[in-house]
């Protein structure tokens, strides 16, 4: 008698046990959060339009923060995560082994750097009456520059024609 007693409490146990660690008889989620807030490194002002690419060991998730350089994802699968974050003025961040946590949100202030951008040098070629004036009436006046660094100033005389 005493067997089969146990054996019904044991198969009890084991039952109530399957249930609670079911997830989908609670509704729970193997999912969290991400918030991502970009700034410039420098300033320290937002930087908008960042491209963000969370990268996992399956799944890719590509979002864009807005325009006050935000961006909150609240299904995000549980695990680790790579998080890059790029934008054609700064310089590419990548932030490793990012972990998500069931029904916690993560938090990421990613500081980027600007960048800058190299172009091919070239010349501008304006027709030889290009600076004629069209009417009598009407005369060149000399150019005038206003630079508060005196050393921009300088600078900028340097390439000035004479």
Do not use: W
Not at 18 to 23: I, K, Q, R, T
Not at 25 to 45: E, N, P
Not at 49 to 61: A, R
Not at 146 to 157: K, M, R, S, T, V
């Amino acid at each position: 008698m005493q067997n089969k007693f146990r054996t019904i409490i044991y198969g009890l146990l084991i039952t109530f046990l399957g249930v609670v660690n079911n997830p989908y008889i609670f509704a729970q989620s193997y999912k969290g959060g991400l918030r991502v807030y970009t700034i410039d490194a420098f300033s320290g002002s937002a930087v908008p339009d960042v491209n963000i690419q969370i990268v996992g060991k399956s799944d890719t998730l590509k979002k864009s923060v807005n325009s006050v350089g935000y961006l909150y994802l609240d299904s995000v699968p549980v695990g680790y995560y790579n998080v890059l974050c790029s934008h054609v003025a700064y310089e590419t961040f990548v932030v490793s082994n990012i972990e998500i946590l069931s029904g916690k949100s993560k938090e990421l202030r990613i500081s980027l750097v600007p960048q800058s951008i190299k172009i091919p040098e070239f010349t501008v070629v304006a027709p030889k009456d290009a600076f004629k004036p069209s009417n009598e009436l009407i005369t060149l006046a000399p150019i005038i520059l206003i630079f508060p660094n005196p050393a921009e100033c300088l600078e900028q005389l340097a390439i000035l024609p004479e």
